[in-house]
C-alpha cells in the first residue's frame, strides 16, 4: 500500500527524490562528466543546488564548446543582438571563473573583448581558441590573449572583422606553438546565403588587405601546419610569401580565393615538401557585373582562368 505524506507525494516518491538529491559529489561528478557542456547547461544544473554545485566543479569546466551547438543550428539574426551577445559573455565569465583557471579550450561565437580579455587573465593553460563570427571582438582583447595565453596551439578568428593582421602579428611573435590558423572571410562573392542574417553594415565591413595579413602569417608564423583562408582577397605575391615562410605546411585552404588562379596555386606551393591537401577555389563564378567590371571583356577572364578549377 502506498501512504501519502502532507505533501501529496507518495513515499516511495518521496524516498526516489531525496536519494537523487543526496547524492555523493563524487558521484554526481561520475555523471555529469558523462554529459556534454551544453546538455550540463540546459538540465542538471538547475536541478538543485547539490547538482548546481556540482556542475561548477572545475574538472567539468576545462572545456568551454558551444560550437557544436552553433554548428547543428541554422544561423539566426537573434545571435548577432546585444542581448544574445551578453548572454554569450555571462556564460563563458562563470565557466572561467569555476574553472580555476585550467581552461584549456573555448570553442564559441559571439562573444566580446569583455569575456576575451577575462580569459586572457585567468586562462594561462589556454590551448584552442575559436571564435567565429565575433563583429565585437577586437585587436584590444586580441593583444592580451597573446600576451597571456602562451601555450595556444590552435586559433579560429573567422568571420571576426575587428580583428586586422596587428592581431595575427602578436599571436605570431607571443605563440610559438600556433599549428592551427583559420582566418576565413564570408563569401563575398555571393553574400545571399547571409543577406537579412548578417547586418548589412558587418557584411560590407570584410576585411581588404588580404595580402598585408600574408606577409604577416609568413613573417611570424612559420610554425604552422595547417591554414585556413577561405575567401581572403590575397593575391598571387601574398600566396607565395605564406608558402615561402611556412614551410611545414600540411593543410591550406583557399577556396573562394578569386584572385588567385590554378597557376598562381602550383607555382606557389610547389616547394611546401609536407603539404597533404590543398583546396583551390573551386566554384562557379556567374557572369555578372562584377567580374566584367574587374576583368573587362570576357574573353579576358576566360583567358586569366585556363583552369578547370574555374567553371566558367
Not at 2 to 23: M, P
Request: net charge negative.
Amino acid at each position: 500500500m502506498e501512504c501519502k505524506d502532507g505533501t501529496g507525494e507518495t513515499y516511495a516518491e518521496s524516498v526516489l527524490i531525496s536519494d537523487w538529491a543526496e547524492l555523493t559529489h563524487e558521484c554526481l561528478l561520475n555523471i555529469l562528466s558523462r554529459l556534454t557542456f551544453e546538455h550540463r547547461w540546459t538540465g542538471p544544473m538547475f536541478v538543485c543546488k547539490p547538482w548546481f554545485n556540482a556542475c561548477k566543479d572545475p574538472s567539468l569546466n576545462s572545456v568551454f564548446d558551444l560550437e557544436t551547438r552553433f554548428d547543428s543550428s541554422s544561423e539566426s539574426t537573434r545571435w548577432w543582438t546585444p542581448e544574445f551577445e551578453r548572454r554569450i559573455d555571462s556564460m563563458l565569465r562563470s565557466v572561467i571563473t569555476w574553472s580555476n583557471c585550467n581552461l584549456t579550450q573555448i570553442l564559441t561565437r559571439h562573444c566580446s573583448d569583455l569575456s576575451l580579455n577575462f580569459a586572457a587573465q585567468r586562462c594561462p593553460n589556454l590551448q584552442v581558441l575559436s571564435i567565429k563570427s565575433c563583429p565585437r571582438v577586437t585587436d584590444a582583447s586580441m593583444a592580451q590573449i597573446a600576451y597571456h595565453c602562451r601555450n595556444l596551439k590552435q586559433l579560429d578568428i573567422s568571420y571576426c572583422y575587428e580583428i586586422s593582421h596587428e592581431s595575427l602579428s602578436l599571436i605570431g611573435r607571443n605563440c610559438p606553438n600556433l599549428k592551427i590558423l583559420k582566418r576565413n572571410l564570408m563569401n563575398w562573392l555571393d553574400p545571399s546565403q547571409h543577406v537579412g542574417i548578417v547586418p548589412d553594415e558587418y557584411l560590407n565591413a570584410c576585411p581588404q588587405d588580404g595580402d598585408t595579413e600574408a606577409a604577416v602569417i609568413a613573417k611570424f608564423m612559420p610554425q604552422l601546419e595547417h591554414l585556413e583562408i577561405r575567401f581572403s582577397k590575397l593575391s598571387a605575391k601574398g600566396l607565395g610569401s605564406i608558402c615561402e615562410g611556412c614551410s611545414q605546411l600540411e593543410h591550406l585552404d583557399l577556396s573562394g580565393c578569386a584572385n588567385l588562379t590554378s597557376r598562381d596555386i602550383l607555382n606557389a606551393t610547389s616547394n611546401l615538401k609536407d603539404l597533404k591537401e590543398v583546396k583551390k577555389p573551386n566554384f562557379y563564378i556567374p557572369r555578372s557585373v562584377f567580374h566584367t567590371e574587374r576583368y573587362g571583356h570576357w574573353r579576358l577572364y576566360d583567358e586569366r582562368f585556363q583552369t578547370d578549377v574555374f567553371r566558367i
